[in-house]
């Protein structure tokens, strides 16, 4: 690859455990999940989207199904601060290993 032509990133995504203190339960058809872990992504604007998933309350495995994040500002903050703490560790990566 030439060095003049820069990569085309599709998609930048960090997966992020929720702290225990800022879970959350939502439904989804019927069955009850509790919310441990976001999805953010950086979209190609430099904004910030965000997913959570989580497990069934009652237990098993359940369905992959994605819920909207509460807008509360804990879990902003969290956002926030998940994206700046991978830009760090991107920022320092040391090549294939």
Wanted: proline residues 6%.
């Amino acid at each position: 690859m030439s060095s003049d032509v820069p990569p085309d990133v599709s998609a930048l995504a960090i997966n992020v455990t929720v702290p225990e203190a800022l879970r959350w339960t939502d439904t989804r058809r019927g069955e009850e999940f509790t919310l441990t872990t976001l999805n953010v992504r950086l979209l190609a604007d430099g904004s910030l989207a965000a997913k959570a998933y989580g497990r069934p309350t009652a237990g098993g495995r359940g369905a992959y199904v994605s819920f909207r994040v509460p807008d509360r500002p804990e879990l902003a903050a969290l956002v926030a601060a998940a994206a700046d703490r991978a830009a760090a560790l991107w920022a320092a990566h040391r090549g294939l290993g």
